[in-house]
């Protein structure tokens, strides 16, 4: 009786150390995937990726061409947390751009290093579902693979002081792969994006 007690308690403690780490590796798997360029980020809300993608191939940031962004959220003001506005109808199908406030000095280029605040809302909840502003700004490497093909692409020349906003189709953002709550899979997203420091 013993020994069944004791091996029923190994096998319950075995299974805690998988469930454990099985949990483990999903909340670092999704930590990894946020700005990931060869797949897609996740929301603060977050908890689990997908088990099962089909993600199509990288896009080259080179390759992205922006078009006007039609109906811009409104500007506000740098430095402050800016109010997002999905525009109605559709999502576009070629990504746009908008500088809603233009900065001053020298433009982003591969390989700057930069530190932003940003907003991310989704044409599938047509609402805000990821903002740095109720955290702390985000800082990392502007180079293809570090971050999404148009996030790569829509920061080049933009300029410290300046917010810019940035509607990606699904090709130049997470694809075909919902990291969790808020994104959906094939989602059309849109970024308001603070630009506060850029060095070389």
């Known amino acids: 009786m013993e020994e069944m007690q004791r091996r029923a308690k190994r096998r319950q403690n075995t299974r805690r150390g998988i469930i454990v780490a099985i949990v483990a590796v999903l909340v670092l798997g999704t930590g990894a995937l946020l700005f990931?360029?060869?797949s897609p980020t996740t929301t603060t809300t977050t908890t689990a990726a997908p088990t099962?993608?089909?993600?199509?191939?990288?896009?080259?940031?080179?390759?992205?061409v922006f078009s006007p962004l039609t109906d811009p959220s409104p500007a506000g003001v740098w430095g402050k947390e800016p109010t997002l506005v999905v525009p109605p109808g559709a999502p576009p199908t070629k990504p746009e751009l908008a500088n809603l406030i233009t900065g001053t000095g020298p433009g982003a280029v591969d390989g700057d290093k930069f530190t932003v605040q940003y907003i991310l809302a989704t044409y599938s909840t047509r609402k805000v579902v990821q903002t740095s502003w109720t955290s702390k700004a985000f800082s990392l490497t502007l180079e293809p693979g570090a971050l999404i093909p148009g996030w790569v692409a829509g920061m080049k020349g933009m300029k410290v002081g300046g917010r810019r906003e940035l509607i990606l189709p699904p090709v130049d953002g997470y694809q075909d792969t919902s990291p969790g709550a808020g994104i959906a899979k094939n989602d059309t997203l849109i970024f308001i994006i603070d630009l506060l420091k850029l060095s070389k």
């Open 52 to 64: 099962t993608t089909t993600t199509a191939p990288a896009v080259n940031p080179a390759s992205i």
């Open 36 to 38: 990931a360029g060869k």
